[in-house]
């Protein structure tokens, strides 16, 4: 143990703390102001000097958000469209995860590379074949459009996530089921899925997350107001209400409601998600 | 077993490997891969998407864009904005994961502050640029704070003004990233053995000789990768920008996503736009090769 005497120690603890506490400050301040401006009428918002908590506690711009059908209509396209990506991205990657943890094949080490790879690949790249798709085939402003192209983003990581995860597990498991006359179909949902949960949550988790803050491809590849996800809803709530900013900050915190929820509950895979594939 | 049925059995393993790929496969192929081959074939082609059969251009759209004033804007901007960014969010999440990490916080306090800290890291790009839009507006708390201490003297318009602009857009984004540095170096920094700070402290070694003689060395390879992921995907931000500033004023933020963008959803020029999202993969491709080297070396 390092030897604690002297004041200069003292003073070395004190320091430490008076950082923590700016570090805080620079971290939640943004949020905490947005969350205390949600709950201020606007003309509060701007008040000189700022009320640092709402002098006139109000939820009228919460009311004004859930009364509109059509900002509820943003709420639930993220959800649907984020859930429909989130079920099919884990089935799909799983299949492929137990592909590379099980078996040895020609060609792994080049596609492992080239998922690895994909990871970077600039959607902005990616946004204009996709427009040239979408249209040529007749899905532009539909779910269809966002939930393909929304996986070709979730697919890579998910796929290396559950890789990394099906990997710790051991192989007598499957191989018992081998022994025993069936197959790897039969090892992979009798064995290999229910002790998985884990690596499963992780993944959706993180996929969920994936497309719920997606924005480049919801802003181009849907046009009508029914057809828009949160992220685009607050863009055009600001274009639309520009000094409407009690309304634009309880939109955000509802916006981001569902990540913080999951964060709460579940730090640990959303950590393991996050840090994947930057992370060994 | 008799022999045919292992064989059959044989068979079987070969295949199910491939089997098992092929949804993905087939994703990725035709989602990721078709459509890069693509957007290359956009770039060499006049009214690509627009027209059904577009004329060869050869060139032309490389040639329009390295002559664009603007492109080469675009490019210093997003160098300027990535690399703060990077920087910052090394730096910042260093310290902060040092601060975390330290033995003088009780550690009730450093978990509620580890979450805390997370904080910027769970929030939509659009709801952080339209936070910073909040904060930083003329008549915002920002510059209510800053007057009120003295360090401003009138209004500043953090994202009109082309002389700050690009300096606020790149401060949100520092906010907005730094988590990811700090927790994979907090990681980083509960697995490095004991036993060499004891042996450092043996041999008398101050706190800041520790840090760089055992502490940095330890956490470069997490530091090099985390750097490199994160170079790549700050160059590609599109919302924040878009969101506080749209690019502007004039061309003071401008990035070559929304350049990018602005080419083909505003002007309708996409074989221009194409060629320059083609410039965009090649520059994120050569980093990535860069990236994939250095995990295998690894």
Sequence with gaps: ?280 | MTRQKRSHHKLKRAVAPYLYLSPSLLIIGLLMLLPMVTVIAYSFQNSAVLRRDPSFAGLKHYQAIFDDPVFWASLWHTLYFTCMSVIFHMTIGMIFALMLNSDRINPTLRNILRVLYILPWLFTAVIIAVIWRLLLEPNGVVNSILMQIGIIGSKVEWFSSPQTALHAVTFANIWAGYPLFMVSLLAGLQGIPKDFYEAADIDGAKAYQKLIFITIPQLMPIIISISLLDFIWTMQVFPLIWITTGGGPIYATEVLSTYTYKLAFSSYNLSQASASAVVILLISLGLTLFYIRYQKAR
């Excluded at chain 1, 509109?68 to 209509?73: A, E, M, Q, S, T």
């Excluded at chain 1, 690895?116 to 085939?137: D, H, K, R, W």
């Excluded at chain 1, 949960?197 to 996929?207: D, R």
């Excluded at chain 1, 949160?230 to 639309?240: A, C, T």
């Design chain 1, 1 to 280: 143990m390092r030897k604690r005497n002297s004041g200069k120690d003292k003073l070395i603890t004190v320091a430490l703390h008076v950082a923590l506490a700016a570090g805080l400050f620079f971290a939640a301040f943004p949020i905490y102001w947005m969350l205390s401006s949600s709950f201020k009428s606007n003309t509060e918002i701007f008040a000189l000097p700022p009320t640092i908590l709402p002098k006139a506690f109000t939820l009228e711009a919460y009311a004004a958000i859930l009364g509109d059908p059509v900002k509820l209509r943003f709420f639930f396209n993220s959800y649907f469209v984020a859930g429909a990506v989130t079920v099919l991205t884990v089935l799909i990657a799983l299949l492929a995860a137990y592909g590379f943890s099980r078996f040895n094949f020609r060609g792994k080490g080049s596609l492992n590379t080239i998922i690895i790879s994909t990871q970077t690949i600039p959607p902005i790249t990616l946004l204009i074949p996709f427009f040239g798709l979408v249209v040529s085939y007749g899905i532009f402003d539909t779910y269809v459009a966002l939930i393909l192209t929304y996986l070709v983003f979730t697919l890579p990581y998910a796929i290396l996530l559950m890789t990394g995860y099906l990997n710790t597990l051991p192989r007598d498991l499957d191989e018992a089921v081998a022994v025993d006359g069936g197959s790897s179909w039969t090892a992979l949902w009798r064995v290999i899925v229910p002790i998985s949960l884990p690596g499963i949550v992780a993944t959706s988790v993180y996929t969920f997350l994936l497309c719920w803050n997606e924005f480049l491809f919801a802003l181009t590849l849907t046009k009508s107001t029914s057809m828009r996800t949160v992220p685009i809803g607050i863009q055009l709530l600001m274009g639309q209400h520009a000094f409407e900013w009690n309304q634009m900050m309880a939109m955000s915190v509802l916006g981001s409601l569902p990540l913080l929820l999951i964060y709460l509950v579940a730090q640990r895979y959303f950590l393991a998600g996050m840090t994947a594939g930057s992370v060994k």
